[in-house]
T-cell receptor, first 111, second 116 residues
Framework: KNEVEQSPQNLTAQEGEFITINCSYS?????LHWLQQHPGGGIVSLFM???GKKKHGRLIATINIQEKHSSLHITASHPRDSAVYIC?????????????FGKGTKLSVKP | GAGVSQSPSNKVTEKGKDVELRCDPI?????LYWYRQSLGQGLEFLIY????????KSGLPSDRFSAERTGGSVSTLTIQRTQQEDSAVYLC??????????????FGAGTRLSVL
């Protein structure tokens, strides 16, 4: 069993739809990251959170430490949101760089 | 520079040769990370540098891999006696550490290594 599981693996949505991507993990963590990998390969950090909720524009990330679960929401989705979204966790006791990555959720938003 | 710079962007080498990959982090960032992404696989942690502290090398897959960071800035990842399974995109990231929880990482465009 992978320590970081994302669902769904693939997601196709129509422009304007509300999107949710889920991340579950099995280890105790001190932080969780959400990353976006563009079709060309470039990676952008979206959020780093250890509790509660963060919002940036149309993106919202939440985390429930007790349930070992995080969600990334995209409101009013747009074709430019098409990318692979990656969840990564920093286990307790690990260094800040020692992240365990999920396999990603490939999102395709159709116009 | 404005972002994390990696060179070369592409490297093709023969099995058994040594390669060096370079990373220039964002100026002022104290933390530097190396990851790799093999074809069809997820990202994998390799090594982490933070200031003058001893690096976390726990992700290096074998003793053929080494990395150093000179003067707290530029880093070089060296792979000796390359093998075909070393083929991957090698990504560097940097961040300005803020407290014990760290900070957002900024990624370079990566070096695509192909071992023939």
């Amino acid at each position: 069993k992978n320590e970081v599981e994302q669902s769904p693996q693939n997601l196709t949505a129509q422009e304007g739809e509300f999107i949710t991507i889920n991340c579950s993990y099995s280890v105790g963590i001190s932080a969780l990251h959400w990353l976006q990998q563009h079709p060309g390969g470039g990676i952008v950090s979206l959020f780093m959170l250890s509790s509660g909720k963060k919002k940036h524009g149309r993106l919202i990330a939440t985390i429930n430490i007790q349930e070992k679960h995080s969600s990334l929401h995209i409101t009013a989705s747009h074709p430019r949101d098409s990318a692979v979204y990656i969840c990564a966790v920093r286990p307790y006791g690990g260094s800040q760089g020692n992240l365990i990555f999920g396999k990603g959720t490939k999102l395709s938003v159709k116009p | 520079g404005a972002g994390v710079s990696q060179s070369p962007s592409n490297k093709v080498t023969e099995k058994g040769k040594d390669v060096e990959l370079r990373c220039d982090p964002i100026s002022g960032h104290t933390a530097l990370y190396w990851y790799r992404q093999s074809l069809g696989q997820g990202l994998e942690f390799l090594i982490y540098f933070q200031g003058n502290s001893a690096p976390d090398k726990s992700g290096l897959p074998s003793d053929r891999f080494s990395a150093e960071r000179t003067g707290g800035s530029v880093s070089t990842l060296t792979i000796q006696r390359t093998q075909q399974e070393d083929s991957a995109v090698y990504l560097c990231a940097s961040s300005f550490e803020r407290g014990v929880w760290g900070n957002i990482q900024y990624f370079g465009a990566g070096t695509r290594l192909s071992v023939l």
